[in-house]
């Protein structure tokens, strides 16, 4: 445990060994809300913790806990089910193929602009039944919001702002429909879902379908950017998977995506926590009020707990990764995230199968931020198809 001074001024536990992390994830002394956070009053506001300056977007599963959260999450687990994930998969990948045929002729691409960034953003837009002529305005939105970060400019409000009022006259007009019957996508599941007759209200459907977008979208872009760049750098283990996905195996391949999340996972600090009450964690005592963040990159390559942590192993075996966090909070979205980046890097392998980095690593910039680790871009070259 350190306690460290973060830009915004902001001091905060971080929790780095695998141990405690998993320990902090399962502890509800420890709150999602930041109304929890003891902050200094000239801080207010500014500190950069994700749901603090936007009160409106407040009500959704990551910043509240028991039992608004676990009425929340039973709901929306009704509509957001591994089934509906599973028949979801023939349209992944067909997006995968389509986005692919629009570079596969050129033999050069940037990965994250022209792959990783519109894939998330068109399965999430599908799945939650955004009509096709809309989900453009949803990629520019979401371009917005990840070239900008969380920061306080003005282009992301106004994108947020945008993306809610859409969403939100959605939802009112599928409410509408279900009356005739209505849609099989997920908002109209969300508004469907009953649990001891209690419904989603409209806005508390606003702000799920918003979350799922929000979680569902960056981390999945970071997912394939850095995994396929993880395994552009460690070309026996790529070459390994080739070959099995070339003899039709599927063993390796989820490993493999489990592995890339351990090595290089798309969220570094994501997950904040604020002690609502005295507690101890590896032997540090933290005061009510305290905020902790806990950081699952450093956690996930805990020597004490993975052999050869720094070492890609896309066979690797008890591989309990923090990537998706863990205990009541642990990610919703898993199971598409996995669809997704199996997908996405099977068939990226299999129809480019010469693919290389057309940079030097040096000179490849990430992102900046706390919560979320990615590439900007991703530049490669293959054989033209
Ligand atoms: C929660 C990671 C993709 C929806 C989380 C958490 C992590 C995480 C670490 C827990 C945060 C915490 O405890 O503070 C990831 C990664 C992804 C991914 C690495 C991609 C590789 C998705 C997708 C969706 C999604 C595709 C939905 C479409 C959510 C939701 C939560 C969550 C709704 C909140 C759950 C709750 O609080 O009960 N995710 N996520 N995620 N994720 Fe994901």
Redesign the pocket.
């Known amino acids: 445990m350190h306690r460290t001074r973060l830009p915004s001024g902001v001091e905060a536990w971080l929790v780095t060994r695998y141990a405690d992390a998993r320990q902090a994830?399962a502890d509800q002394r420890l709150s999602?809300n930041p109304a929890h956070h003891d902050e200094p009053a000239h801080a207010k506001g500014k500190t950069g913790i994700p749901g603090e300056r936007k009160a409106e977007l407040m009500t959704?599963?990551?910043n509240?806990d028991p039992p608004d959260?676990t009425r929340?999450?039973r709901l929306?687990s009704k509509a957001?089910t591994p089934r509906r994930v599973a028949e979801f998969a023939p349209r992944v990948q067909e997006l995968t193929d389509h986005l692919i045929d629009q570079f596969a002729h050129r033999g050069t691409a940037d990965l994250i602009h022209e792959f990783a960034f519109p894939l998330?953003i068109y399965?999430?837009c599908d799945?939650l039944g955004v009509p096709r002529e809309d989900q453009d305005d949803f990629r520019d939105w979401a371009g917005m919001m990840i070239r900008h970060g969380g920061g306080p400019r003005g282009g992301v409000a106004r994108s947020v702002k945008k993306m809610r009022g859409y969403l939100a006259d959605l939802i009112h007009r599928k409410r509408e429909r279900l009356r005739e019957d209505g849609d099989d996508d997920l908002i109209s599941g969300l508004i469907r879902a009953s649990d001891h007759g209690e419904h989603l209200t409209e806005n508390e459907a606003a702000a799920?379908a918003f979350?799922?977008?929000f979680?569902?979208?960056e981390?999945?872009v970071?997912?394939i950017g850095n995994g396929t760049y993880a395994l552009l750098r460690n070309p026996v283990q790529r070459e390994r998977l080739q070959r099995s996905l070339a003899a039709g195996e599927t063993g390796l391949l989820a490993t493999g995506v489990e592995e890339l999340?351990r090595y290089d996972?798309?969220?570094e600090l994501?997950?904040?926590?604020f002690a609502t009450e005295a507690l101890t964690i590896g032997g540090q005592h933290i005061e009510p009020g305290d905020p902790v963040l806990?950081v699952?990159a450093a956690a996930d390559r805990d020597p004490e707990r993975f052999a050869d942590p720094d070492t890609l192993d896309l066979a690797r075996r008890d591989n309990q990764h923090?990537?998706?966090?863990?205990?009541?909070?642990?990610?919703?979205?898993?199971p598409?995230?996995?669809l997704?980046?199996q997908t996405a890097l099977a068939t990226l392998l299999t129809r480019l199968p010469d693919l290389q980095l057309d940079a030097d690593p040096d000179d490849l910039r990430w992102r900046g931020g706390l919560i979320m680790r990615g590439l900007r871009t991703l530049p490669v070259r293959f054989t033209p198809q």
């Open positions: 994830l999602k959704h599963l990551l509240i959260h929340l999450r929306v957001f998330p399965a999430i799945m799920m979350i799922l977008l979680a569902g979208f981390t999945t970071n997912l999340l996972g798309p969220v994501a997950t904040w926590r806990v699952l923090l990537g998706y966090g863990h205990g009541i909070h642990y990610c919703l979205g898993a598409l995230a996995r997704e980046g």
